[in-house]
């Protein structure tokens, strides 16, 4: 990032954003995670574990997993605010689809300077959410919290506002994108399939599909009605009748 923090490498950035993301999403990073996260091998996150801990970017004990320093998370919400207001520019100035922009934008981050940083916030209008809905770190490092309830956990006849889609893959964002499944959307969920089978929503079509449930996690909503719960008024009691 225009040689910001020139001790560190592109690498060493990607580390940074993906320990936030995973801290941010589970409130933990385990070094399995953080491999699998970045698709390289244990050994791999391991030794770049310890040399993020010698630059006091990092902690990591085996109780705790590995942590981000104050230093450590300013870096990463640097990154994290570059990846996602290019994510914005690419999908909003040139139109380019959304399970396109995340690719494109990896490139881009490290090497986004802070002038053309400041011109395509300005230029969008300073926003503070990207095309899939994840929060934008502001200038000074101040993020938004995420939405807590995901689709899979809303209960079946509730209506929910789209409000964040996590999933990066591209295959499934255009299967959303074609659903109508894309932040801001309103859905009713119909039904949630027991033993972790799909739920089962309706769009504002009218359609019905049935999501696999590990995707309906990945999908983060506000409620905008809850299901009514039917009350009974109590029973009489008939003189000389059993209750």
Known sequence: MENKHATLTAAMEDYLKAIYELQAT?????TTALA??????AASATNMIK?????????????????????????ALEVVRHHRLIEL??????GIPWDEVHVEAHKLEHVLSDNLENHIADFLGD???????????????????????????????????IQRVGAQDPARLRYLRE???????????????????PVRVRTEDGAEHALDRGLARQIWVAEKSRPKTRVHAPRKMIKGSRQ
């Open 26 to 30: 589970t409130g933990t990073t385990t």
């Open 36 to 41: 699998t996260a970045l698709n390289i091998s």
């Open 51 to 75: 040399k993020l801990a010698e630059l006091k970017l990092a902690r990591h004990s085996p109780y705790r997993g590995v942590e981000l320093t104050t230093a450590g998370e300013k870096i």
């Open 89 to 94: 520019f690419l999908h909003q100035a040139l």
């Open 127 to 161: 926003p503070t959410k990207d095309p899939h809905g994840d929060p934008i770190p502001s200038k000074a490092g101040i993020i938004a919290d995420r939405e807590r309830e995901s689709l899979a956990d809303g209960a079946p006849g509730a209506r929910v506002t």
């Open 179 to 197: 659903l109508g499944i894309v932040p801001q959307a309103r859905v009713n969920i119909v039904a949630h399939a027991p033993f972790e089978g």
